[in-house]
Structure formats: structure tokens, C-alpha cells
């Protein structure tokens, strides 16, 4: 499950991933940006798994990893910015548009991941799952006029280059997307 849009995973790029997140990440199938510093800042991850006998389904393709803006974007989430974002899906179509349309390509986007005769074989064995995996949105979002984690929305238009919700967010930040230190594990406390 190669990409060629994103950078592999170095050995060191995994050490400062687990340093990020303060634990080791599930299926990342390579970088998709890295900051000013170098320093891996959103991830692609695998949109499925096995283990053992049990097929598991990750519907967060992209995976905001940087802590400077996790916490940036954490405090904006706790001033109730989902709920406000949410609310303009019902006030403004062009909005709610775009949020579907974004839903609806992140969804294509994975399922392109996964090899055509896994996923014939996986909605065979696993409708319910395939269903997750081939039309959830960002985040894994089900309706797609939902708005679900700004960190997904954000790693997602950093990713892809383009999300309403991610490009709102980075704007209220004053699209400053990178610390200041370069100091990955400071910058997480």
C-alpha cells in the first residue's frame, strides 16, 4: 500500500512520531507534510488492518501529529468552535456543499488505498465495515454534514490542500502552522 504522494517513514521520523504523540502510531503508510523544521507534522495512515482472524477499519487517513498545533487547535475546539462550524452547515448551502463534497472525496480517497479484489472481498465478508470504510467521511464521520474533530479537518486540508474547516481553522490561527522552538517534545507539554 505505497504512495508516491507521501514521504516513506524513516526510522527517526517514527522515533519523533511516537515522541509526538506520546505512544506509537498504528498503520502509517507515510508523511504527508512536514513542518519548517522537518519534523513529520501529518501522517497518512493505513485505512485498514488485520489482526489476526479480525479486519479492522481506520478511518482517519490523515493524522494531525504536530503537538504545537494539536494544542492550538484543542483550545479552539474547547471555545466550542465544532458546535459553531456545525451550525453554519445549516446557515450557509455553499458551506454545507463544499463539507460534503470534501466528505465525500476523503472517502474515495481511502477506499483508492485499499487494492479493488480486497475491497470486493471485504464488503463480501464485511458490509458493515466496508460501508465505514468506502463512504465515512473526514474523521470517519457518518453524515456528511457533520462536523467531527477540527484536528481532522485541519490534517486533512494539510494534506489534500484543501478542506472549508481546515482552512478556517489555520486561518483563525493565523495560518501559523509551525512552533517557534522546533522542539517537538517541549513543544507537547
Not at 68 to 75: D, E, H, K, M, N
Not at 83 to 91: D, P, V
Not at 119 to 136: A, D, G, I
Amino acid at each position: 500500500m505505497n504512495n508516491d504522494k507521501w514521504e516513506p517513514v524513516s526510522a527517526g521520523d517514527h522515533q519523533i512520531i511516537v515522541k509526538q504523540l506520546d505512544r506509537k502510531p498504528r498503520g502509517v503508510i507515510g508523511i504527508a507534510v512536514r513542518c519548517s523544521y522537518g519534523f513529520p507534522q501529518v501522517i497518512a495512515n493505513r485505512p485498514m488492518s488485520t489482526q489476526m482472524e479480525d479486519v479492522k477499519v481506520f478511518p482517519t487517513l490523515f493524522w494531525l501529529t504536530c503537538p504545537y498545533l494539536r494544542r492550538r487547535v484543542a483550545s479552539l475546539e474547547s471555545e466550542g468552535w465544532i458546535g459553531r462550524f456545525q451550525a453554519m452547515t445549516g446557515e450557509d448551502e455553499s458551506f454545507l456543499h463544499q463539507l460534503e463534497t470534501e466528505h465525500e472525496t476523503y472517502a474515495a480517497m481511502r477506499a483508492g488505498l485499499v487494492p479493488d479484489d480486497v475491497l470486493r472481498s471485504f464488503h463480501e465478508k464485511y458490509p458493515n465495515r466496508h460501508k465505514v470504510l468506502t463512504s465515512s467521511g473526514v474523521g470517519g464521520i457518518r453524515n456528511r454534514d457533520g462536523v467531527k474533530c477540527l484536528h481532522c479537518h485541519v490534517a486533512d486540508h494539510l494534506g489534500r490542500g484543501y478542506n472549508v474547516i481546515g482552512a478556517k481553522v489555520l486561518d483563525m490561527l493565523n495560518n501559523i502552522t509551525c512552533c517557534s522552538s522546533g522542539d517537538c517534545g517541549r513543544e507537547r507539554e
